[in-house]
Every structure is written in structure tokens, then in C-alpha cells.
């Protein structure tokens, strides 16, 4: 907030300063006269000293000084006002609220211009019903310029806008109490951009040095963040400018907005470098699908690592800058970056998206979007059933304030949030904060699921595509690549039932069930995925082939792994399998195995309607003959009843 005083204006400005006044006898009826030129000498050059430092950040020295003029002259009106704006430049809103109402009970029509800056106070106290009946006053002041009623309606609407937003949200109970990270992360200098892997015990954030911005890591070690480093390896920036950047959920890549580098296609381009045994790796322009001439920043890696979405400014959007997703291919390549549409996208400017760990909520700050002021808000969205994104929602006071608000992220656990900003208690400038998020603006309950694709003879890790269905409604919620070693992490709304589904070459696929609805949130489940090399005798158990009670008709969500059958025989044309079908002891022997017989015929013939040849396929019913559990229980029973795929020859 600038420092504005009308006595700085009689001294700049003397003669157009004296007709001010002289306009303002037209309207003075029942208020005590304050003249400023009748102000104490030395009371007026002490004042003038304090200007000065003030404009000069000197602010503690300037709030001494005009203490010390207030002594001399206690009815400086001048000197009030301008306390008051100081104040409000070191968010202290409450002491410059004090210092505003001093001055409008030393005279109230001198000081009805102030009553603009005085609703930016109260709003900045969270006192918006008081905001909005100031600025209702100061709209009507006779004769206001275009320019100032055009800032108070501007004004009004925000106000007006958060009572709203105050009396349909339950805000009363909600603690925010932003903790600063301490000095093994902040400096004097500025730090921002945290972004933080799912288990919380890594964080990356950018530190602006010496005109030079460059990234650093830190390591939550038994509750407490130690020392943050430079990053290790070639991707340190500072030789151009490396600012926005995101780690992956699982530690293992960095994506980065990086400035002015000799391959780049723009001003800002976005790179990404991957986490080696030698550090991070010299980072990769991500290429044209993504960047351009213009400027990109900002960028989010899903948790998946298949969705990666930043803010550009390239024409074609709906505002200044827009927040774009691109698509990683099957082949590992990012599809061409498409526009996340008008649910997210203003006539405004979006930026600093970030999707969480559940890859449903997108978190991101907007001017477009009706917020507390002129700068950037923060909201949240909701990816919907059918892909389309929910209308973004403002975090609400005192997350968004009538400042500018930056970027947030939020952890895997969904409630705590971590931002930038230079709060009362910075460390110099920007510093790192962390908050509890209000409940109803929290993203989705997740698990998190690890584990490794590896094969199953030799042990050794596997790289395969991961995919996670709903076993409920058989929707695809996640395609995955594992690393080079085969490992894996993926995060997941909890109350489902999951499938784990991996096709690989040269291997027999994988299909289970996991059970994971009642698993709490929060949670780590480890599910590590054996791949059986394609050999004489190697056979797998077809979990997701079913069948009602002593029938052998095929159930409708039988299709899915039937097809991932049909799949591996396109795939290996040489490949001949048996199906053989198997049943629990309950019943007579004969009947078990006229009923195992009959559903793997079921099976062989759903694969010769595929297109798959009758003489590479043979059938066999075991009935009750070879159990890999105990009839004793229904558990056993279960896993009894089964239908397996065997090789016969490759």
C-alpha cells in the first residue's frame, strides 16, 4: 500500500493543494477544521523525515518518527493517516485500523478521502462487514472523480463478496494459523515454490540469491526439516534461472519452468531432470507439444506421472495466461497441450495449478475469478465423472486475502498445506509456511500404494505400464510406468476395490483384486506384481473370470481379462495355452468335473469368437482335483474355485 499524505501534497504541490481546500468548504458543515497548515514546524519536519523514510523501507524508523511528531502535535491528522498506511504496508491491519480511526475523530470530512484506504484495512483484518459500510460511505462523497468511484464499486463488489462467502461457509471454527518452517529453510533471501514427494519427507523449493534463482532440498528428519542443500548433480539453474518447479509424488523426476536457456523455444520453457545415482540429471526441454515461444511456468506432475499441467501465456486461451494439461503416450512422449476449457480459464490470468495426490483436486490462483481484490486468488476444483472440471471454488478468508496470493500445494494426507509469503514473522522476504486446510476445501481421501514389477524366476525388476481399475464400475482410474528397476507408487481414493492389471512382452500378464475399500486413509499398501516369463508349463490363475453358482456361462465382467487373454495371443502368434478349469469339493465328484470342463469350454470359446485359432488353444476340467487351498473354509473353497491359463508351448 502506497503512503499517501495530504501534507506531502502541500508541499509538492502548494498552490493546487490550497484550492483543494478551498473545494472543500462547499461541503464542510458540522466538523472540527483541521488545517494543516497550521501544523507545528517542528512537528511538520519531523513528519517530512519520516516520509522520507518510509519511502525508503525505512518503515520502523518512519513509524518512530511520526510517533514523535504525534507527541509534539497530537492532532497531526496528517501524520495519523499516514501511520495508518505504513501499517497496512507491514500487514498490521489491526494497529493501522487504530491509527485511521484516530484521525477521523480528529475530523471527519478532512479525512472522507481516506475512507478508501481505510475499507482496504478493515478488509485486511478480515473485518469485511465494516469494509463494505466504509467504503458504502466513501462512494458517496459529492463529486468523486470517475477513477475513485471506479475503485470503491471495484472495492464494494470484493466486500460484498466475502460476507457472501462468510454467511455460506462455515468459517467460525477454523484455526488458521500458518507456522513459518524455520531457518533451515528460510532466509533473508526469498523462498518459494515448496513442493513436497507423497511420504512427506522431502521437500523442493526455489531460493532466489543474488539476482539468481536456483533450487534446494531439505529432509523432514524425526519431525524436523534439516538444513536445506542445493539440489546434487546437473541440474542446478543458477547459470540461467530456474523458478517454478515440482518434484514427483514418488522423488524420481523434477519438472521446472527454466528461463532464457540456449535450447529453450521462448523466453520460459519447461524442462525436467530425473533423479540418478550421480544427483538429478542435466535437465530435457519437454519439447514443442508443450512449450512455445511464449512463456510457460508452473508446472504439476500427477501422481502417475501421465498428466503433467502448467500455465502458459500462448494465445489461443481464454485469458492472459492459462493453466494447459499435456498426456504422456503409451511410448512415453507428451501429447500436444490442450486447454483446460472455461470451468478453470478467465477472461483473467490462472496460474501455479497444482493437482493433488489424488489427481481429482486442482489447486491454483486466478485474478479472473471473483477473489478479495484485484491480485490472485487461490481456488479448487474437482475433476467430475465425465472429465470435466467442477466450477473453481475460492479458499476463502484468511487463506485469500486482499494481497496477492501465490502458490499452495498439499500434502498426500489432505489437510496439510504449505505456502509462500511474507508474513509478520518472515525471515527477510517470502519464507515457507505451513497450515491445516479448511475441511471442506480438502481434496479427496487417498491411499498410497507401492510396490514392484519384477520377474518372477529371476527376481529381477521389470519397467511395465501399471493399470488400476475400479473393480466396481470397471472405469480405467490410473496407467502408471514403473522406473527402469520396476517400482511403482500411486495414490488412490479410498472406499474402492482396485484391479492391478500389467501386460508386458514376453510375459504372461498379470490380473488381481485387491481389496482395499475399508483401508484406511493415509495408509501404505505394498503390492509387489511377479510377471511369469512365457515358458513351457509357466501358467497364471484368471482371477477376474466369473461364473454364477454351478453354471458355466461366462458373467458379463468376465470380458476385461478374457480380453487381456486375447491380447497376449495377438502378441505372441506362436503361443498354444490350455484352459483349465477347477472347483472346490462341495458336491459329487463327477458333477465338479463336468462343471469345471464346461467353464473352460466357456472360456475356448470366447476366445475362438475373438478370432483367436482352435488349434492353439486347449480345454481341461480338473473339477475338485488339484486344490491350492484348504476345503475346510470358504476362503479355501474360493481360491479352489478358479480357472487357469496354462502354456503349452511358445
Known sequence: MKIISSLTSYIQHRTSYILFLLLLTSYITNAQ????????????????????????????????????????????????????????????????????????????????????????????????????????????????????????????????????????????????????????????????????????????????????????????????????????????????????????????????????????????????????????????????????????????????????????????????????????NANGKWGPALNLGPEINSAGNEGSPFIHADNQTLYFNSNGHQGYSEKSDLFVSHKQPDGKWSKPENLGYPINTTDEEGSLIVASDGKTAYYASDRADTKGALDIYTFELRADVRPAKTLWVKGKVFDKKTLNGLPSSVELVDVANKQLISKLQTDEDGNYLVTLPVGKDYAFNVNRKGYLFYSENFNLAKNASDSVYQIDIPLQPIVANASIILKNVFFDTKQTQLKPESVTELDYVVLLMNENPKLKVQIGGHTDNVGKPADNAKLSLGRAVAVVNYLLGKGIKNDRLTFKGFGETKPIADNKSEQGRALNRRTELSVVSN
Open 33 to 328: 477544521w483541521y488545517d494543516p497548515l497550521k501544523v507545528n514546524t517542528k512537528a511538520t519536519d519531523i513528519y517530512l523525515q519520516a516520509i522520507a523514510n518510509a519511502q525508503n523501507g525505512k518503515l520502523p524508523n518512519a513509524i518512530k518518527m511520526m510517533n514523535d511528531a504525534l507527541k509534539i502535535e497530537p492532532k497531526f491528522v496528517d501524520a495519523y493517516i499516514s501511520l495508518a498506511a505504513i501499517y497496512a504496508d507491514l500487514k498490521n491491519y489491526n494497529e493501522s485500523v487504530v491509527q485511521y480511526e484516530k484521525a477521523f475523530a480528529l475530523d471527519e470530512i478532512y479525512t472522507r478521502p481516506s475512507l478508501l484506504p481505510y475499507s482496504i484495512t478493515l478488509a485486511g483484518s478480515g473485518k469485511f462487514d465494516n469494509a463494505l459500510t466504509a467504503v458504502n460511505t466513501f462512494l458517496a462523497i459529492p463529486k468523486l472523480n470517475d477513477r475513485s468511484i471506479k475503485a470503491g464499486q471495484f472495492r464494494k463488489k470484493t466486500y460484498e463478496f466475502a460476507v457472501s462467502y462468510e454467511k455460506k461457509h462455515s468459517l467460525k471454527n477454523y484455526i488458521f494459523n500458518p507456522r513459518n518452517l524455520g531457518t533451515s529453510i528460510n532466509t533473508k533471501d526469498p523462498e518459494y515454490y515448496p513442493s513436497i514427494t507423497i511420504d512427506g519427507k522431502k521437500m523442493v523449493f526455489t531460493r532466489r540469491a543474488n539476482g539468481k534463482e536456483d533450487f534446494f532440498e531439505t529432509e523432514l528428519i524425526n519431525g524436523q526439516w534439516n538444513t536445506a542443500k542445493p539440489l546434487e548433480g546437473n541440474i542446478s539453474t543458477s547459470k540461467y534461472d530456474g523458478g517454478a518447479q515440482n518434484i514427483s509424488q514418488d522423488g524420481q523426476l523434477i519438472t521446472f519452468s527454466g528461463c532464457s536457456f540456449p535450447e529453450g523455444y521462448g523466453s520460459c520453457d519447461l524442462y525436467i531432470s530425473r533423479l540418478t545415482k550421480q544427483g538429478w540429471s542435466k535437465p530435457e526441454n519437454l519439447g514443442q507439444n508443450i512449450n512455445s515461444e511464449f512463456w510457460e511456468t508452473s508446472p504439476s506432475l500427477s501422481s502417475d506421472k501421465r498428466e503433467l499441467y502448467f500455465s502458459s501465456s500462448v494465445p489461443g486461451g481464454f485469458g492472459g495466461s492459462d493453466i494447459w494439461v499435456s498426456h504422456r
